[in-house]
């Protein structure tokens, strides 16, 4: 119960203090891990505010990602994580929509270390992040990410666990 609270004490933390610095995004996901595990994330973005390689057929940008993740398993408890990540987007030009690929390296946080028959190791862990998708309309995207949680055999078992989500983003 202890650790529940010091949980949820670091993701209040880490998502509340928003006044400071204005979130530009909001994000909400869900999805499927590789051991039928259901995901549902939630997040904000700062966008890197600069880019790179800018051409006709697209430019390179990037942002700060810090979510929260709820893992509902089907033959165990459910589990909890906070993550974040630089994560680099390629956005292809375009009028009216923009499709883009996006990479990211971040870390994360485990309220325990078992998801189903996984067991992770160690709370840490790191978030290795491959994304595409659309961007349109005011602000908006659409997109599918694919997702791995290790801890890189700092700590053994080192399972691991993949997640594939569907996420919408806003723009603020």
Do not use: C, K
């Amino acid at each position: 119960m202890i650790r529940l609270w010091t949980f949820t004490a670091l993701a209040a933390a880490l998502l509340l203090p928003v006044d400071a610095v204005h979130a530009t995004a909001i994000s909400i996901a869900a999805g499927q891990s590789s051991e039928s595990t259901r995901v549902l994330r939630a997040g904000l973005q700062w966008d890197f505010q600069r880019s790179w390689w800018q051409s006709e057929t697209g430019r390179l940008t990037g942002y700060w990602d810090a979510s929260y993740s709820y893992w509902d398993g089907d033959r165990s408890s459910s589990n909890h994580s906070l993550s974040f990540s630089p994560v680099l987007v390629y956005e292809f030009a375009g009028e009216q929509m923009q499709p883009y690929l996006e990479a990211g390296i971040g870390v994360a946080a485990f309220e325990n270390t078992r998801i189903e028959e996984r067991d992770l190791g160690s709370s840490f862990q790191f978030e290795d992040r491959l994304g595409a998708g659309l961007r349109f309309g005011q602000g908006q995207e659409v997109g599918l990410r694919i997702i791995h949680y290790s801890n890189a055999g700092l700590q053994q078992p080192n399972d691991g666990i993949e997640v594939i989500t569907l996420h919408y983003r806003l723009d603020l």
